[in-house]
């Protein structure tokens, strides 16, 4: 986790992305920084981005207007790319926050780290893997959902839910409608060469190490780890969940800064 708090542009494409997480959006951009300039790029014109117009002032965004001048091409992209470049050199915020899945934005994150800027994404499980890579850290949009922050915090609803589905037509088609707006988190398996990688990468010889650096190198290892994308809510409770490590409280002026060793 960033330690720094800095300025971040959010950027938005909203032909691309979910206008009913815009909360969740700009409480994942809190946890690294302030959301000083905030946008959202589409068509206004079009029903397309009707879900949109009561968040804006909800959230302090400004809609950004581009018009689709060809059927079938998107015009946001390349907007997106050009106010990203004035933002970049204007040296006005330290970081960025693109809100996409679309691989196009795969050369922006590059251009931004070659700056030496913070750039992390938001996006669906579908977003091209290059443009995942190309970001500092990337978090799926799967994982910011209320039903996934709930799936989280009940390990065995799955189960449970399978058991209660009503037997009735009727109930069948109304919870169909609701997967497809809130489709259910899928959990991930978790690779544990990759935690035991990040663990070594951290550890300069010590035995205890701060969780938080762990999952610094985490993110330099895979930009879009992240707990929630295995059913934990943080990154103390998935270590807490292996055998072969244990967490140990560390307390610092009143706040617990825990530490992992190996058993």
């Not at 691309?16 to 959006?25: F, P, S």
């Not at 009707?50 to 581009?66: A, D, V």
Request: aromatic share 8%; hydrophobic share 35%.
């Amino acid at each position: 986790m960033q330690e720094k708090k800095f300025n971040i542009a959010v950027l938005i494409d909203g032909d691309n992305a979910q206008a009913r997480l815009l909360k969740e959006i700009l409480e994942e951009v809190s946890k690294y920084g302030k959301a000083t300039i905030r946008r959202i790029y589409g068509d206004w014109t079009t029903p397309h981005m009707n879900s949109w117009k009561e968040m804006i002032n909800l959230h302090s965004f400004s809609p950004i207007q581009k018009f689709s001048y060809t059927t079938g091409k998107n015009s946001t992209d390349s907007s997106m790319i050009i106010d990203a470049m004035d933002i970049l050199h204007s040296t006005s915020v330290d970081g960025f926050c693109i809100v996409s899945s679309d691989s196009d934005y795969t050369g922006l994150a590059k251009r931004i780290r070659e700056e030496g800027l913070f750039v992390m994404g938001i996006g669906r499980r579908i977003t091209p893997k290059a443009f995942v890579q190309s970001c500092e850290i990337f978090t799926y949009a799967e994982n910011l959902s209320p039903q996934a922050k709930e799936e989280n915090s009940k390990p065995e609803s799955k189960k449970t839910e399978k058991s209660q589905v009503s037997t009735t037509r009727k109930n069948v088609v109304v919870e169909e409608e609701v997967k497809k707006e809130n489709p259910v988190k899928e959990t991930q398996e978790l690779d544990l060469k990759i935690i035991d990688k990040a663990f070594e990468i951290s550890s300069d010889e010590e035995e205890e190490i701060h969780i938080a650096k762990i999952g610094a190198s985490l993110r330099k290892i895979d930009p879009s780890f992240d707990p929630r994308s295995y059913g934990f809510r943080n990154l103390t409770e998935l270590f807490r969940s292996l055998k072969k490590y244990e967490v140990m409280k560390n307390e610092v002026n009143g706040l617990n800064y825990p530490l992992v060793k190996l058993k």
